[in-house]
């Protein structure tokens, strides 16, 4: 019904709304408020989207009456104001006129009637009934419109304090989280008329008292994912001859019916996986005493979207690579449920720490992709990990996944200072190569050849550059080197140096000259 309703009443206010945007007329509302109207208009949307651009300039004044001056309407914003009660003459009606201009020179008029003496719309009825464990309050107005809105307000009965809550349905069934158990509450409710703005004054307030507190302990759901249990603590040692059932109430009527597999079980729990994932219920469960055929019930509100515990990641997989740490999170089992899934924004929360006797810092880690790196490992050391889904936008997050760890190889630095070494090693016994090469073809040429170049093949062998000492290693045997570098360091030390003096000295004495020159130049330059 209630959906028809809005079916048929969508087309007429698009229609009546280009009607408004062809005709470029200015929509006013007249709403009586407590000492008087409080008329609002608005034109093409531009009070709607707060453009305050367009000046508006409003008057009142009496319809038939020729003679009667206009009264301006008082603003109280650039779309409002406000007519009181005093400045009308009771004994005729009036006529509202509202001009708009726009900067680009635009206009537009228009007016409606209104009647002093029209009545707000009367306060609606209210009545409370309780009827097992569920409280149930319902609406009445005088003549029902399509467009109304109720206002509830609900205060506990030693108190001033209100919560008030908007509600589009003439029924309402106070959710049993909201209400203590036999604490005296009064409810008074108004009515907002959407379309003219007005609101009936409150009903007076009906008291009720809240539902004692079931004979059915501790009674909740242990949901998780989408699979919920219904459980209750129940004595059976001293009330063995008791069944239990279980229903789902509606919020919107209280209307209750019970669950397939929960009809006079004698367990004190049951399975509800079965109820929808974005519903919210009222799960009513009662227990039959088979004795003096007396029944009793508990009441819990449920919704599952809100309730539910999301399970831990499946696993994490952890892989050493290059001294790197690679670690894959696995999606929690629920998320195979695209409800689950898409219940936010989720993201990854690792912890990690490093696994030792003394106590270890914990280190965090979030990211949107399952997938995480820590560098710079240590060996031989054992690093642990657990994660969990998290919500960006708010608290919600998955249980913990169990703690993964994984140790690194001992060698794996061993190796790294292996290499190192003998990479070192090459390079010295390179250089000892090379010099002891030189002084041995030194030697030979001084003791054989003292006065001629050497045999071509020496020569060859030999080489001129360090490069070539390198490339014939085998020419030379390292220990035996070594043995003669010794003398022919001791022996042939002037000549060494002569040679290598001469060589030094050529080259400086050419480089000098090059230099002095210039030196010359630019002093002669600023000498002038
Ligand atoms: C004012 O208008 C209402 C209808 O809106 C009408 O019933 C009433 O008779 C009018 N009053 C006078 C004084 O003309
Ligand atoms: C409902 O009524 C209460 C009490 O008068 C008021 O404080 C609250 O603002 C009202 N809520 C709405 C949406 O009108
Ligand atoms: C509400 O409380 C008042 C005292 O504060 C008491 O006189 C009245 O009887 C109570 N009403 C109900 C319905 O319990
Ligand atoms: C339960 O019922 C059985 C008979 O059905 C009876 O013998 C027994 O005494 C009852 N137990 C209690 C605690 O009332
Ligand atoms: C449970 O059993 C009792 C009788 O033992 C019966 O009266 C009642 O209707 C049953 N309830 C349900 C929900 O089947």
């Not at 087309?11 to 408020?33: E, L, R, Y």
């Not at 319902?138 to 609900?154: A, F, H, P, S, V």
């Not at 831990?312 to 001294?323: A, G, H, S, Y």
């Amino acid at each position: 019904m209630a959906a028809r309703l809005v079916t048929l009443l969508l087309p007429v206010t698009w229609m009546a709304s280009m009607a408004a945007g062809t005709k470029d007329s200015i929509d006013i509302t007249i709403p009586k408020s407590t000492d008087g109207f409080s008329p609002t208009w608005d034109w093409n949307d531009h009070c709607l989207l707060e453009d305050t651009n367009i000046t508006f300039t409003a008057f009142y004044k009496k319809v038939g009456a020729p003679d009667s001056d206009p009264q301006i309407c008082e603003k109280t914003g650039n779309c409002s104001c406000r007519i009181p009660s005093k400045s009308l003459d009771h004994s005729h009606n009036y006529t509202l006129v509202v001009n708009a201009i726009s900067p680009k020179g635009g206009t537009s008029s228009n007016s409606k009637d209104f009647d002093p003496n029209h009545k707000p719309p009367p306060p609606p009825e209210v009545r409370i009934t309780s009827h097992n464990a569920l409280l149930t309050v319902k609406i009445w107005t005088q003549d029902l419109q399509y467009r109304e809105q109720y206002n509830l307000t609900l205060r506990k009965n030693d108190s001033t304090e209100e919560s008030s809550i908007d509600l589009r349905r003439r029924t309402y069934v106070f959710p049993p989280s909201d209400l203590l158990p036999e604490q005296t509450y009064c409810v008074k409710v108004n009515v907002y008329n959407m379309q003219t703005m007005e609101s009936s004054a409150f009903s007076p307030e009906e008291c009720f008292m809240a539902p004692a507190k079931g004979p059915l302990n501790n009674l909740r759901v242990d949901a998780l994912d989408t699979e919920y249990l219904l459980k209750w603590d129940w004595d059976t040692e001293r009330s063995p001859n008791v069944t239990f059932s279980v229903e789902k109430c509606s919020f919107y009527d209280g209307r209750c019916t019970t669950i397939d597999d929960c009809k006079n079980i004698t367990t004190p729990q049951c399975n509800v996986t079965r109820l929808l994932f974005r519903g919210t219920y009222i799960l009513r469960s009662s227990v039959y005493d088979r004795l003096t055929e007396e029944k009793s019930f508990s009441v819990i509100q449920f919704s599952p979207i809100k309730d539910t515990v999301i399970g831990p990641p499946k696993e994490l997989k952890m892989r050493i690579v290059d001294n790197e740490l690679y670690i894959n999170v696995s999606a929690p089992k629920g998320f195979s449920n695209t409800d689950i899934q898409s219940l936010c924004e989720w993201q990854t929360h690792m912890e990690y720490w490093i696994s030792s006797t003394h106590n270890s810092e914990v280190m965090v880690k979030e990211a949107m992709q399952p997938f995480f790196k820590i560098d710079h490992l240590e060996a031989s050391t054992t690093y642990c990990a657990r994660a969990k889904m998290r919500c960006k936008d708010s608290d919600r997050s998955s249980q913990d996944s169990e703690d993964y760890c994984i140790t690194t190889d001992p060698r794996s630095h061993l190796f790294a200072f292996i290499a190192g070494f003998t990479f070192l090693g090459i390079i010295f016994t390179s250089i000892i190569l090379f010099f002891c090469g030189c002084c041995l073809k030194h030697y030979v040429k001084q003791t054989f050849f003292p006065a001629s170049k050497l045999p071509l093949s020496i020569e060859k062998g030999f080489g001129e550059s360090p490069l070539d000492s390198m490339r014939h290693p085998f020419l030379l045997h390292k220990e035996e080197t070594m043995d003669r570098c010794y003398i022919v360091n001791n022996s042939d030390t002037e000549d060494l140096g002569q040679i290598n003096h001469a060589d030094s000295s050529n080259a400086n004495s050419q480089d000098s000259g090059n230099y002095s020159n210039e030196g010359q130049t630019t002093g002669e330059t600023n000498n002038h």
